[in-house]
């Protein structure tokens, strides 16, 4: 064991122990060693103090890891990424139902559409179909009745009519 107790506050914070148990207080077994050092060398505890102001000033926060760690901690990576599973790409199969059935509805629309409006075309009465049959006579004398002669602006198309001029 090295004579700690012999140490300056300059080269206790050198010592790569106690910049690890300043930098990791939550290692168990160094800050341990520390505290149960500390209690058996009372009289350095102001040193203590200095060299650990000095470690927290000096120290950037950067972690120097050994090639043992790096290792480690590379090992770790890859079977983290060995064990994770493949993930499948997503397949637009809903994407093509929906469009198809979309399509069938617009379809089915469409074409009853077009078939109310066919119906309604031949089926009701229009209004030129009444003026070209023209009211229907009944004469009173006779069990027979008779349609009222076409005006000559109804009877021939537009394209025959002679022009007056």
Do not use: C
């Given at each position: 064991?090295?004579?700690?107790?012999?140490?300056?506050?300059?080269?206790?914070?050198?010592?790569?122990?106690?910049?690890?148990?300043?930098?990791?207080?939550?290692?168990?077994?160094?800050?341990?060693?520390?505290?149960?050092?500390?209690?058996?060398?009372?009289?350095?505890?102001?040193?203590?103090?200095?060299?650990?102001?000095?470690?927290?000033?000096a120290s950037d926060r950067t972690?120097?890891?050994?090639?043992?760690?790096?290792?480690?901690?590379?090992?770790?990576?890859?079977?983290?990424?060995?064990?994770?599973?493949?993930?499948?790409?997503?397949?637009?199969?809903?994407?093509?139902?929906?469009?198809?059935?979309?399509?069938?509805?617009?379809?089915?629309?469409?074409?009853?559409?077009?078939?109310?409006?066919?119906?309604?075309?031949?089926?009701?009465?229009?209004?030129?179909?009444?003026?070209?049959?023209?009211?229907?006579?009944?004469?009173?004398?006779?069990?027979?009745?008779?349609?009222?002669?076409?005006?000559?602006?109804?009877?021939?198309?537009?394209s025959y009519r002679k022009s007056?001029?």
């Open positions: 064991m090295k004579p700690y107790s012999e140490y300056s506050a300059e080269e206790l914070a050198m010592e790569r122990l106690f910049i690890r148990w300043v930098r990791f207080p939550d290692d168990l077994p160094i800050r341990t060693f520390w505290e149960n050092w500390m209690i058996q060398h009372p009289t350095m505890n102001r040193t203590v103090q200095q060299a650990r102001d000095l470690v927290e000033t972690d120097d890891f050994t090639v043992e760690e790096v290792g480690t901690l590379w090992s770790r990576i890859q079977n983290s990424i060995e064990v994770l599973p493949v993930v499948e790409p997503l397949t637009t199969t809903v994407r093509t139902k929906a469009t198809r059935g979309s399509f069938f509805r617009w379809s089915a629309g469409i074409l009853a559409t077009m078939l109310l409006l066919s119906l309604w075309f031949f089926l009701a009465p229009s209004s030129l179909t009444r003026q070209l049959s023209g009211p229907l006579l009944v004469h009173p004398d006779s069990t027979t009745s008779r349609q009222a002669p076409l005006s000559d602006s109804l009877a021939t198309p537009p007056i001029r």
